[in-house]
């Protein structure tokens, strides 16, 4: 792919936008209110605005290998300390997809240098969940339940942040677990029981 391509689109798109509305881009110099943090893989396949069909402004986006939220990356807390406590979102997103390679990576006995210590916390999930899983015969079933309890725990592990317990506490923030079908284009929202698991577990991780 030649990089030129990019830019002809970027003029293109700027054309677009200003034929719907041409304060388009004075508004968005205006500031930003997302309502929406999303946080999902960083998979070229998928994209956070496209598969929502949100436009500029309207989430506020942090993707890693296999979206994952870890109390000691200072990149995705502040990302979620930012959203939560000054940009004050409404919803936080955790989305997982089938087909994700670090999942999968996860999976296998192999030395990967420098991905181990961000892939083990893929397997703490796997060691977590390993009665459900290890009951799964079907290798790919198998997989694409990992994937679904992998965004479970990642919303678990942003339910142990001050910033989300006290957004929750004083203005009713929520936490939604989703998964991407990359088979389908679908978005599936996983109905993770967020009050149930905070009551369960703020008697550990309660900070406050
Ligand atoms: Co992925």
Known sequence: MGLDKVFKNNERWIKEKLDVNP?????????????????????????????????????????????????????VMTVINYAVKYLKVKHVVVCGHYGCGGVKAALKSEDMGILNPWLRNIRDVYRLHKKELNEIKDEHKKYNRLVELNVQEQCINLIKTAAVQRAFRERGLIVHAWVFDIHTGKLIDLKIDFEGILKNIMEIYRLE
């Open 23 to 75: 304060d388009f881009f004075e508004n968005l110099g205006k500031g930003q209110q997302p309502e929406l943090l999303y946080i999902g893989c960083s998979d070229s396949r998928v994209t956070a605005e496209e598969i929502m069909g949100l436009e500029p402004g309207e989430a506020f986006v942090h993707r890693n290998i296999a979206n994952m939220v870890i109390s000691n990356d200072l990149n």
